[in-house]
């Protein structure tokens, strides 16, 4: 059969760039290789009557533009925003912690407790991330330059240098700092009290395997802060129903523009055929396109799906290299009952069980996590970061009960020594429940279910090669017109009409939507 597109990858990015395709009027269909739409972005039961977010877990990023002009909310979606944006635990005593949120002025007066030195530059620095946020927004939704790409490129790099010119000579110097340092010598410039720079560190490490002392670790907090929810800049939220909502929603908007799309339909192989692409499918089904969008991660289309005679022995070299390893270990808990946490006891309802929990006091304890993984391949005192989304949204859970989502690192894809996490998987959840049982001690004898998924899972279930969340690190030779590599930026290939539209691409990872809202452009440009 022939279409005028396919998209490889039923993701999220993959989804969006199939409605706009469709809404140009071309034949468009999605092929996605497991039974269910959304891929990482899905929301499913993991035991009897409890449902939760299989692997993303929280919104933020996705672009205003995507929601409305895609109408995601005439199609169901609701996203509400965390009362708090962070809860840190830091003792056994009550009120040793920090909560981080609830407007500025709560805000302050948390932080003063610790220091009032940082209470007083807070605003300061929300300013100064906000200044630099900006910039990037701006940058969001343009195509990078591709370097030797002509004169399209030099309008594209003219755009872009236009958006730094704008900007004051300091604000210049900031973006400068927070695209280079790290994440540690940021902080440090500008605060002195532990807990505060534990909860703004955890950002830089969010996907990231490196210590929050890395240089370029500050831009991967920044990565995480140019959201919005609801119209409120870096703000997180809860997409009810899970972070399906959303994938669901963009699909019903994909079928009523026209799009097919087929699940339980993995690729085999893709090979140029002319002034056609020919993409075969694992069932013996053979379809050609006119232009084909992958949403997969780059080094799996490139060094396992592009036909063998047709990759330029250079670039496989480069996507063999291409940088996949966020160390991320993902689990789902059921609960017969909420976290009773030492520093703030009870298992009643309250703000802090409804913001984002983070267990690593100090950005020493993740510079010890990440070095631990390094050598051992895991940590035996992970990173974690729990949401409890059945706090804001009953549907998720029995009545009394809740779902957990457990975000963990530092979990290497490669073990050392020949070892298997299919050998310690077990062995690294139990490791994490005990980090969250120490600051709750009610909360490992109220796991009533677990649903781990290690690095290896990840790969295996959701096609995230090395086990990478965004498809490629957030490393300065994997940003922007270098993402996944240069002369690769402008979503296009080196092959005549295959395109790429997933999170390998600018901007980078999260649940963004604008890969492939760019790429669309770019393909209907060629178009």
């Given at each position: 059969m022939h279409y005028d597109a396919l998209i490889l990858g039923g993701g999220h990015n993959g989804l969006v760039c199939a409605c706009y395709l469709a809404r140009a009027g071309l034949k468009v269909r999605v092929l996605e290789r497991r039974s269910v739409l959304g891929g990482a972005a899905v929301t499913e039961e993991f035991a009897p009557g409890f449902r939760n977010s299989t692997a993303s877990y929280t919104v933020s990023l996705l672009h205003p533009k995507v929601i409305r002009e895609l109408k995601l909310v005439e199609h169901g979606l609701k996203i509400v925003e965390r009362p708090f944006s962070n809860f840190l635990p830091?003792?056994?005593?009550?009120?040793?912690?920090?909560?981080?949120?609830?407007?500025?002025?709560a805000t302050q007066a948390e932080v003063a407790r610790y220091s009032r030195c940082d209470a007083e530059r807070l605003p300061d620095y929300y300013a100064l991330l906000e200044r630099v946020a900006d910039a990037l927004r701006a940058m969001l939704l343009q195509t990078p330059p591709n370097v030797g790409g002509g004169i399209g490129a030099l309008l594209e790099a003219w755009k872009s240098a236009k958006v730094f010119k704008n900007l004051d000579l300091a604000t210049q110097r900031d973006v400068l700092?927070?695209?280079?340092?790290?994440?540690?010598?940021?902080?440090?410039?500008?605060?002195?009290s532990a807990p505060l720079k534990a909860c703004f560190g955890f950002d830089s490490i969010v996907g990231n395997f490196a210590s929050p002392y890395a240089p370029g670790s500050a831009y991967v907090l920044l990565h995480h802060v140019f959201g919005e929810v609801n119209g409120k800049s870096g703000v997180w939220g809860h997409a009810l129903g899970g972070m399906g909502a959303i994938t669901q929603a963009i699909a019903a908007e994909a079928r009523a523009l026209g799009a097919t799309l087929s699940t339980d339909c993995a690729v085999s192989r893709v090979r140029p055929l002319g002034k056609l692409i020919e993409v075969q499918l694992e069932n013996g089904e053979g379809l050609t396109a006119s232009r084909v969008a992958s949403n997969l991660n780059p080094k799996?289309?490139?060094?396992?799906?592009?036909?063998?005679?047709?990759?330029?022995?250079?670039?496989t070299k480069r996507f063999t290299d291409y940088q996949c390893e966020s160390a991320t270990l993902r689990m789902n808990v059921a609960l017969?009952?909420?976290?009773?946490?030492?520093?703030?006891?009870g298992t009643a309802l309250e703000a802090h069980h409804q913001s984002g929990i983070i267990l690593a006091p100090s950005l020493a304890y993740m510079e010890r996590a990440y070095v631990e993984a390094r050598e051992q391949g895991w940590t035996k005192q992970p990173i974690v970061e729990m949401l409890i989304p059945s706090t804001v949204d009953d549907s998720l859970a029995p009545k009394g009960q809740h779902v957990a989502s457990l975000f963990c690192q530092h979990f290497r894809y490669a073990l050392p020594d020949g070892r298997s996490w299919d050998d310690e998987r077990e062995a690294a959840a139990d490791a994490v429940i005990e980090v969250v049982n120490?600051?709750?001690?009610?909360?490992?004898?109220?796991?009533?279910?677990?649903?781990?998924?290690?690095?290896?899972?990840?790969?295996?279930?959701?096609?995230?090669?090395?086990?990478?969340?965004?498809?490629g690190k957030l490393s300065l030779n994997q940003l922007f017109s270098a993402r996944p590599l240069l002369g690769m930026g402008d979503y296009r290939t080196p092959v005549r009409g295959l395109y790429l539209c997933g999170s390998g691409t600018h901007p980078g990872g999260g649940v963004t939507g604008i890969p492939g809202h760019n790429a669309a452009r770019e393909m209907l440009r060629d178009l």
């Open positions: 830091l003792g056994d005593g009550a009120g040793q912690c920090i909560r981080i949120g609830g407007g500025l002025t700092d927070l695209f280079s340092l790290s994440a540690g010598d940021l902080l440090n410039r500008w605060f002195e799996l289309l490139f060094t396992r799906l592009l036909d063998a005679n047709e990759r330029d022995p250079e670039l017969s009952e909420l976290p009773d946490f030492r520093c703030a006891p120490h600051a709750a001690p009610n909360f490992k004898a109220s796991v009533v279910a677990r649903q781990v998924h290690t690095p290896l899972d990840l790969e295996r279930k959701f096609g995230l090669v090395g086990g990478d969340i965004f498809h």
